[in-house]
């Protein structure tokens, strides 16, 4: 695996490259598309959601940037993508046009490390209290002992748990704001999901989205 990183004319440069199984034209075709996976020599998809490079491909373009895939069948892939940067003369904050209240709870479940952990350096800019779960079953048991003003919660391709979880969450908190987000199309939501959840925000998450969204329900 290699990874090369450059500023030229204007734009952030970066390149992977692995000697790896490669793809052929098709799978090239389909590889930023959500849910899919490159199947190996033995026919199997390899493991994970198929989610990765679609949330990639989404951040980069929400960054006016665009990315591209080299790739020969047994030889390996290059992924080269580029985004438009400038020169930053003052040192910037993230800030948005409408802040939350300061010091309110809220609690976080987010299954993506890496989601998580943006989130929670979001909010606290924001002097934010920030808990966090890390299994789906402690969210009830840890809103009765956090007393959250505010809940986030991530919902996965596997969204059936959320629904019976959700459910007992309403029953005992109708009044407790719950914002979801979530890297599935809105296509392939239940309809039902709108009536446990205040508002659902579609990954990339914006940031400026999601501060405005918690600073309405808070």
Wanted: hydrophobic share 35%.
């Amino acid at each position: 695996m290699e990874f090369s990183c450059e500023i030229s004319d204007g734009k952030l440069i970066g390149k992977v490259s692995d000697t790896g199984i490669g793809m052929n034209e098709n799978e090239i075709n389909q590889i930023f598309d959500r849910f899919y996976s490159v199947q190996n020599d033995h026919n199997t998809k390899r493991k994970g959601k198929g989610l990765g490079l679609a949330i990639v491909k989404g951040y980069i373009e929400l960054l006016n940037g665009e990315i591209k895939v080299e790739s020969k069948k047994d030889e390996g892939t290059t992924f080269t993508f580029e985004i438009p940067v400038k020169e930053i003369t003052k040192k910037k904050t993230f800030t948005s046009q409408i802040a939350p209240p300061k010091d309110k709870k809220i609690l976080i479940y987010d299954s993506d490390s890496e989601s998580s952990e943006f989130t929670k350096e979001l909010l606290k800019t924001y002097e934010l209290e920030v808990e966090e779960v890390k299994n789906l079953n402690e969210l009830s048991d840890k809103i009765d002992i956090v007393k959250p003003d505010l809940i986030l919660v991530d919902i996965e391709p596997e969204y059936s748990d959320y629904k019976k979880h959700l459910r007992i969450i309403k029953s005992k908190n109708s009044e407790l704001p719950i914002i979801a987000y979530t890297a599935l199309p809105q296509t392939e939501l239940p309809n039902d999901l709108s009536l446990l959840f205040d508002v659902i925000i579609f990954k990339p998450i914006n940031a400026n989205v999601l501060i405005h969204k918690i600073a309405n329900h808070l």
